[in-house]
């Protein structure tokens, strides 16, 4: 007979906290003075898709930590990805001049 998907649960719910609070200080104190350097996104959005009806930028940049998101959407297609935010409004300035 198989468990009840509470009692399969409650265990993991365990583990994840035991993990959390009983962190090495050490290790604590880096992960929370680690700097982690965000890099930024340049969108155009899909103009033509009902969701996007209300928008009123054509171009959008978002800021990202996690490198390994996949960024794929029918509301958007990616442009550029940036280092610094001041890039990505250079080439949004361009894009939007002509």
Do not use: C
Not at 46 to 63: G, V
Request: without cysteine.
């Amino acid at each position: 007979m198989l468990p009840s998907l509470f009692a399969i649960q409650k265990p993991i719910q365990i583990i994840k906290r035991y993990y959390i609070t009983r962190l090495n200080p050490l290790l604590l104190n880096t992960l929370s003075s680690m700097k982690i350097k965000p890099y930024y996104i340049l969108l155009k959005w899909n103009m033509k898709h009902p969701e996007n009806r209300n928008r009123t930028s054509l171009y959008d940049i978002w800021k990202e930590y996690d490198d390994t998101y996949l960024f794929d959407s029918i509301l958007y297609s990616v442009i550029e990805f940036y280092d610094s935010l001041s890039e990505a409004r250079e080439h949004k300035r361009r894009l939007m001049n002509g």
